[in-house]
């Protein structure tokens, strides 16, 4: 059983900062692309951030300069650092990976964790 459990996630007043770190667990080889998504109320989930295990990075546009994502694969974590933080920020953050177990399971790709809400006040 593999879990991605988000953590840090809360109440910030705009213009704060906000760490979030998600954690892989379970029957897990190793990992490819790790990354953040959002979904705020009444829209779809979109990408935030993505890392690959080298470290190249993926930003949306609207959280470039203020957002940086990154990996500790020794730990099989990868935390997203959050500065600058607007209202428009506020949503449930998940954690997504792509992971192999072994060889008869393969790769798992898209897996989510439950998410971690962010709510950024005026």
């Known amino acids: 059983q593999v879990q991605l459990v988000e953590s840090g996630g809360g109440l910030v007043q705009a213009g704060g900062s906000l760490r979030l770190s998600c954690a892989a667990s379970g029957s897990i080889f190793s990992i490819n692309t790790m990354g953040w998504y959002r979904q705020a109320p009444g829209k779809q989930r979109e990408l935030v951030a993505t890392i690959t295990p080298i470290g190249n990075t993926n930003y949306a546009d609207s959280v470039k300069g203020r957002f940086t994502i990154s990996r500790d694969n020794a730990k099989n974590t990868v935390y997203l650092q959050m500065n600058s933080l607007k209202t428009e920020d506020t949503a449930v953050y998940y954690c997504?990976?792509?992971?192999?177990?072994?060889?008869?399971?393969?790769?798992?790709?898209?897996?989510w964790g439950k998410g971690t809400l962010v709510t950024v006040s005026s």
């Open positions: 997504n990976a792509d992971y192999y177990s072994d060889y008869s399971s393969g790769w798992t790709k898209d897996y």
